[in-house]
Antibody
Framework: QVHLQESGPGLVKPAETLSLTCAVS??????????WGWIRQSPGKGLEWIGN???????YYAPSLQSRVTISLDKSKNQFSLSLSSVTAADTGVYYC????????WGQGTQVTVSS | EIVLTQSPGTLSLSPGERATLSCRASQDVGTTYLAWFRQTPGQAPRLLIY???RRATGIPDRISGSGSGTDFTLTISRLEPEDFAVYYCHQYGSSPNTFGGGTKVEIK
């Protein structure tokens, strides 16, 4: 059974870098041809795609975030990460990691608040 | 970018009634990477349908998905209390992946 679990600091200061990790079980990051990605949801808002990465190569980011975001795969630990630099209060929200398989699987989400 | 437009924005119905939710894409989405999620307050989105019409594990057959190309529909044949929530369609077959703006199903 595929399971994804996000982890990382719940509070980040403005202008700093938000870093989250997604631990994966039940499927190998290295062998999957589907994407590994991140999605977020600001308070009271809809869902926003952040980006995807493929183990065979290729990473895609939302145009609005492209200058600040990096998604990395760690095949040895079967996990992947999100790094978002120069955060502001607008980056506050719940962050979900996701696997784009059939069916897709998401983690339960982790709350991140940007505040001094 | 594939823009997904959901309608209506809000649907006011009574328990036991039928709900029909629409998701229209700005270009062909195909039939593999189109999904529907349901979200209740404070909870993570729950996958209902993937591949346009395939139910996720544990989803009852009163919930169904249909469509192809640019027009997709989520149908709930008889509304149960847990169905009063916000629904999102999502395409994840092309980058950027996109979400619809959501349809809220509320109790009339």
């Amino acid at each position: 059974q595929v399971h994804l679990q996000e982890s990382g600091p719940g509070l980040v200061k403005p202008a700093e870098t938000l870093s989250l990790t997604c631990a994966v079980s039940g499927v190998s990051i290295d062998s999957s041809s589907y994407h590994w990605g991140w999605i977020r949801q600001s308070p009271g808002k809809g869902l926003e795609w952040i980006g995807n990465s493929y183990s065979r190569g290729g990473t895609y980011y939302a145009p609005s975030l492209q200058s600040r975001v990096t998604i990395s795969l760690d095949k040895s630990k079967n996990q992947f990460s999100l790094s978002l630099s120069s955060v502001t209060a607008a980056d506050t929200g719940v962050y979900y990691c996701a696997w784009g398989g059939l069916p897709p699987h998401w983690g339960q989400g982790t709350q991140v608040t940007v505040s001094s | 970018e594939i823009v997904l437009t959901q309608s209506p924005g809000t649907l006011s119905l009574s328990p036991g009634e039928r709900a029909t939710l629409s998701c229209r894409a700005s270009q062909d989405v195909g039939t593999t990477y189109l999904a529907w999620f349901r979200q209740t307050p404070g909870q993570a989105p729950r996958l209902l349908i993937y591949g346009v019409s395939r139910r996720a594990t544990g989803i009852p057959d009163r919930i169904s998905g249909s469509g192809s190309g640019t027009d997709f529909t989520l149908t709930i044949s008889r509304l149960e209390p847990e169905d009063f929530a916000v629904y999102y369609c999502h395409q994840y077959g092309s980058s950027p992946n996109t979400f619809g703006g959501g349809t809220k199903v509320e109790i009339k």
